[in-house]
Each structure stands twice: as structure tokens, then as C-alpha cells.
């Protein structure tokens, strides 16, 4: 019979006392491990530590409440954490957070000395400052605390330095800083005002080989995703917001690749550098499918310059203190939107300024033709302002006016602009715009008008209708009190000239005086009378000027008669002079029109 072996055989069932023993103890170190830390008191030591970081920096330390943790590893949290701007700079941090995590290597601390494994900084902000002498608030040196003021106490009290805080304990390095949500401000202090040049947000940055002594920009490094990071540029309305991208800080210069939405004008792709962290200057290349002129005019002025806009704040002082550059690079566009026109592709080259924003210049791509702008936008006025210098050629002048309905079919030709420009960027733009220049269209036509029918209207023969070709179209632009005016507008065709002065409003109100002369032989064939009378003036009259005067609006234009009245020019007069209002003498013309008539059928 097979005997029944014993349910207490070691190795069979159970645990063997080894076991139970190391079961036992883990159970025991684990429930250490908790509650220690609230048997340890650390935050005794807040002050030692708050001392040793204040040597190291030179800086005044404020640390909030602390407490020891042993698992995962043996190390402090930090509640809060203060390190404040150097002396000569404005009350404030350089760096704080709202926690801090350490994990410390026990081997170091044994000798007094702080080697941290790991540091995470729970929502950090690093705020960096330069003033108008090329001083910082960032570069770390070992001396007095900020102002000459004694550290005080993390409660509140007087002065708290133990034997501990001289019991030479030094910080070391870090070998790993996690930045969890951190913020970077840079600013720059002109007369003593803090102006801000950049703010950044969202950053999780992990960094290596911190070197905590000398502490400088230079010996960081770090790499960082940027999905979800926003970058506010100083004066500007609305931030570049980063959906992808990829960071790399080493050696003092800074590397990113990303994908962004530039002040909610386009979605770019691009890459971006800063080749001294310590001295930041962004330098970038950029490229759009798509660019919305409007809203980033009204990003960079902070309003928007639509009809739409808001009233203009009262005027502040102008900002006064040096101009230094704050980024600068290249934008690509396949196309640019500013309503009511699409054009492109287009080149840009922008600097931004701590007083002001440059475009130098926009090369467009433009209906045929090639538009450039050259501009500068002054944030140091508010409300901001901009100069432009434009130069069109080769623009097809019928595609650009079949955009807007008002202006659609009006003429044909191909166009060039020379203008200088200067206004504000606000809600009363028209207000302040001005500006001077001139235009040239060539080898067009006016749908609508007929020079011809234009002279018989006023002889009572005939309508006005047609169309009419012309060699050239010119003349000057001056722009003010929110009217394009003109000292003379020149039209020149093989039916006759046109000459007009005047203005048309921003508003599209049109208020234009001129004359219109015409060719005798250009009234032939214009209706069974009009070549009649075209045929017999032909022999005696070599122009006819009508004065004319132009009214209404663009969408609906009034051609009336003008001041004076019509004149005629004998066949004696030099081919190319233009008549004018004025009759000519009776031996060439008659004063009637109607005795010109008669004349024709006299015996001689």
C-alpha cells in the first residue's frame, strides 16, 4: 500500500521560512519606505538647501514646504520654488515653479555634496531679461542674493541660517531635468519699463547633463516635441501656435522643425534656429500653401485694419530705446489672399524688430504681372504705422477688376503703379492713409465708351455707347483726406484724347472735370447722321474738344457736361495738339456748330 506522504514535507506546499522571512522583511521596508517620510522631517533642511542654491547662483532662494520619498527611489518634493532676478533688475523670478521632484544619489550626498539623478520642474517659468546696457537677469554667478538682501526664512521670518547652512553642502549636477509645462518669457528693459520681445508655452522639455556650477544658457541641452506650443511675439495680437515639430538644444544654439499656424494667417511648415540661446535672435524658413495678408497685417499692428475695425485707442507715448532684431527669414507662399484678391506665388523676406516689423520686399505673382512691396510696419506709434513702397508691371487689368463686381468689365490693358504709401493700422486707416505716384495702363480698351458718339452727344446726333481702344492711359496720384486725386489723367487713342483732373473718394465717389477731343473722320460710321456729318466736318475741322465732368460712383458712373464750351480746331492746327475749351478763331471754326454745317454746302 503507497503511503500518503505528509502535508507539512518542505518543498511540497507552503512557503519555506526563507521565504516567509523575505516576504516578511520586503512587507516591513515597503511600509518603512511609506511612512518614513512622514516620520522624517526634511523640511528641517529647507533652509540649508535653500542656502546652498543661493551660493551656487547668487541669487535669492524661496522654497516651499519639503518632504523626503523613498520609492522609486530616495528623494525630495518640493512644493514650490522661487529663484529671483539679480540686483539692478526688477522685483521678480528668473526661474519658479509650482513643484519640484528630486531623486538624489546617495553616494555624493555621503561627502556633502548634491548629485541629483533626475529633477522635474512642474510647470516652470524662466523669465529672461536684458536691459539697454547688454545686461541679463540669466547668467549665474556665486554672489550676494538679489538687492543685498539676506535670505529669509521659508516661513516668513528673519533671518534663518543654521549650522547647516554653512555646513558646506554644494550642488553638483543633474543628470536628468524633465520641464513639465513650462513657460519662456523674453524681455528687454528700455528706461526702465519691461517691454516683453516673446512669451512661449506648453514646453515639455527634457534636458541632460545640467551643470549646476557655472550655471549658463550655454551648457544646456535639450529636446523637446512642440505639439502643442505657442510662441507670442511682443506686439503681436495672436501667437505662431506649433501642432508638430521636434526641438534640439545644444552647445548654446537651439534647432526646430515644425508645423504651425502663423498668427491664424497660414499653416506653415519650416524650420527654425536661434545660434545663441544667450542672446536670442530667431532666424527662420518658412513655407504656406495659403497666406491671409489681412490678418497678419492686424497680428503684427494688434488690430485689425478692415472696415470692420474697431475705433483707434488713444495714442500712448511712442516708445523710445535701442531697436534690436528679434527673428528674421524667409516665407514661400503658392498663394496670398487679401480680400477681394488671390495672387501668388510670392517671396517674402521678414525682420522683426523690438519697434517695428519689415517686409523686404514681397515679390507676388500677380493676374499676368509681377507686383513688389517693400514695407515697414512702426509698433513703436501706437496706433501702429506703415510705409510701403509698390511697383506693378505686366498686370492684366481686366482680370484684376473682373474680382470686384463694382469694377468688373470697366476696362482692359495691361497695367503698371509706382506708389509710395503711409497710414496707420487701425480702425480709422483711411483716416491717415496717404501716399503719392503714378500709373500707366497700355494697349487697352474702355467697354461702354465711344469718344465719337461722346462729341455727338453734345452736337445732338447721337448717344454715347461702344467701345473705345486706347495706346495709353497715365497719369499722377496723390492720396489724402481719404480721395486718390489726380492733377491730369491722359488718355490717348486713334479716335482722339481724353484729359482729366480730379479725384475719385476710398468710398468709390468719383468728382472729375476734363475735355474730350475727337477726330471728325472717328464720327464716320457712327450711325447714318454720324457719318454724314463725320464726312462733311472731315474737309473743314481736323478735332472737335467737348469738356466734360465725371460723377457718381465707380459702380455707376454719371458723365456730364463740362464747364465751357465745345470747340474746333481748323485744319491748319499741328497734328497731336490737343483743343481745348476755348473756341478757336472764326476763320478756322465757327462758333456754331450747326453754321459749320451750313458753310459745307456754300458755293465758293
Partial sequence: MATTKSSSEPGRRGFPIWAKIALGLFVFLLVLAVALPYILNVDHYRDSIASAIEEQTGRHVTLGKIR???LPGVGLVVEDLHIGNPQGFPQGDVVSAQAIRVNLAIGPLLHSTIHLNSLELVSPKVTLVTDDRG???YTFTSSTPAHGAPPKAANGGASAKTDEASSGVSLDRIDSLLLTGAEVSLKTIVRGKVEPSADVKGINVTMHNFVISPMTLHDWQADSKLSGVTLALGGWSAPIAFRLGQLQLAGGKLDAQFVADLAKASDIKGTLSVPDIEHPQVNFEMSASELDIDKLMAAVGGESIGPSAAPAKAADPPRSGPSELVARGHINVEKITTKPYTVGPANVEIRV???RAELWPISIGMYGGTLQI???????????RFTA????RNLDVAKVLDVSPAARGKMGGIGELDLNLLGGLSGAWKKTLSGTGKFAVRNGHLPGVNLAGAAQSVAKMGGVGGDTPFTVIEGDINIADQRVSSKQIHLDSSVGTVDLRGSVGLDGSLDYQGQVSVNPGAIAGSGAIGSIVGGLLGSRV?????PIALGGTIESPKVRPGKGVPSFAGPSSAPGVTGTSAPASPAAAPENPVDTIKNLFKKH
Fill in 68 to 70: 523626503a520619498t523613498f
Fill in 135 to 137: 545686461k541679463n537677469n
Fill in 542 to 546: 481736323s478735332k472737335i474738344t467737348v
Fill in 353 to 355: 524688430y523690438t519697434d
Fill in 374 to 384: 517693400s514695407s515697414r510696419v512702426d509698433r513703436a506709434a501706437n496706433p501702429p
Fill in 389 to 392: 513702397t509698390v511697383q506693378m
